[in-house]
């Protein structure tokens, strides 16, 4: 499979390499008819360019394909965050494995339009999980503590979500 970048934005962190590595922990099987991840300042999807990713369908003898918008990821990020490289590649990662899971329902299961964000949510969720393993215990302790933090701010700036 090909990475291609054609990104103009100027970050530290080397993005082609970080997605290699993240492709490393995902089955083979799930990649098969995926031709290419495509690495862009923003999306081309015509009604959604604040959108971080984009699937593809292979349309004929053409190959799937990812696009992934690194400008539209990583634009409100403080510099020094790209010196965190857990946060850098989980940003990262949360997106490719989000258009991974649209491949993999599109190209084995065929996957109706209406459940497909939920499912590739669903698919996003199990990789982190499986990628990020090692940090979930380390943060697993504190998660109450963040949670409470989270739950706070939302309540002192008013941005809490309303209750059904």
Same mark, same amino acid.
């Given at each position: 499979?090909?990475?291609?970048?054609?990104?103009?934005?100027?970050?530290?962190?080397?993005?082609?390499?970080?997605?290699?590595?993240?492709?490393?922990?995902?089955?083979?099987?799930?990649?098969?008819?995926?031709?290419? @991840? $495509?690495?862009? +300042?923003?999306?081309?999807?015509?009604?959604?360019? #604040?959108? &971080?990713? =984009?699937?593809?369908?292979?349309?004929?003898?053409?190959?799937?394909?990812?696009?992934?918008?690194?400008?539209?990821?990583?634009?409100?990020?403080?510099?020094?965050?790209?010196?965190?490289?857990?946060?850098?590649?989980?940003?990262?990662?949360?997106?490719?494995?989000?258009?991974?899971?649209?491949?993999?329902?599109?190209?084995?299961?065929? @996957? $109706?339009?209406? +459940?497909?964000?939920?499912?590739?949510?669903?698919? #996003?969720? &199990?990789? =982190?999980?499986?990628?990020?393993?090692?940090?979930?215990?380390?943060?697993?302790?504190?998660?109450?503590?963040?949670?409470?933090?989270?739950?706070?701010?939302?309540?002192?700036?008013?941005?809490?979500?309303?209750?059904?």
């Amino acid at each position: 499979m090909r990475i291609e970048k054609h990104f103009q934005m100027r970050i530290p962190i080397n993005i082609e390499r970080l997605v290699r590595k993240l492709l490393v922990k995902v089955p083979e099987d799930h990649l098969v008819g995926l031709g290419s @991840i $495509i690495l862009v +300042d923003q999306v081309t999807h015509k009604r959604d360019k #604040k959108s &971080e990713g =984009l699937y593809w369908q292979s349309k004929g003898q053409e190959l799937a394909k990812i696009e992934i918008g690194v400008n539209t990821i990583y634009r409100a990020m403080p510099r020094f965050i790209f010196y965190l490289p857990f946060i850098a590649k989980f940003m990262l990662a949360t997106v490719l494995y989000h258009e991974i899971g649209h491949h993999v329902q599109y190209s084995t299961h065929g @996957i $109706i339009k209406k +459940d497909a964000e939920n499912l590739a949510e669903k698919y #996003k969720k &199990e990789m =982190l999980k499986k990628v990020f393993f090692l940090w979930r215990l380390f943060f697993l302790p504190i998660s109450p503590l963040v949670h409470w933090l989270n739950h706070s701010r939302e309540t002192k700036t008013g941005t809490a979500p309303a209750k059904k």
